[in-house]
Nanobody
Framework: QVQLVESGGGLVQPGGSLRLSCAAS????????MAWYRQAPGKQRELVAS???????TYDGSVKGRFTISRDNAKNSVYLQMNSLKPEDTAVYYC???????????????WGQGTLVTVSS
């Protein structure tokens, strides 16, 4: 079973930056979409940003212009660069893929365990 492992969360002051990383536990042969979601306390999980296998990206309106999603196929990793952070960005951030293949195996709906981002002075 392939796993996605997030890292890079922490406490940052408003206006600061963080870079989240999501690494797969095995070499990914292909994927459909890789995405970052977040869930704030008492709120539903929401899509933050996504990247397709062809490199197309989408962003939630609340983070557009501040966050950047990128991928490094050689490192089996996806990143989320977060700039100009606001207190309302505080949440647990999750990496996920709707479909990815590792060798001959196909996996659907793979989620990481999440990493906490706290934006506070």
């Amino acid at each position: 079973q392939v796993q996605l492992v997030e890292s890079g969360g922490g406490l940052v002051q408003p206006g600061g930056s963080l870079r989240l990383s999501c690494a797969a536990s095995a070499r990914i042969s292909s994927f459909n979409v890789m995405a970052w979601y977040r869930q704030a306390p008492g709120k539903q999980r929401e899509l933050v940003a996504s990247v397709t296998s062809r490199g197309g990206t989408t962003y939630d309106g609340s983070v557009k212009g501040r966050f950047t999603i990128s991928r490094d196929n050689a490192k089996n990793s996806v990143y989320l660069q977060m700039n100009s952070l606001k207190p309302e960005d505080t949440a647990v951030y999750y990496c996920m893929s709707d479909l990815l293949t590792v060798g001959m195996d196909t996996y659907y709906g793979i989620w990481g365990q999440g990493t906490l981002v706290t934006v506070s002075s």
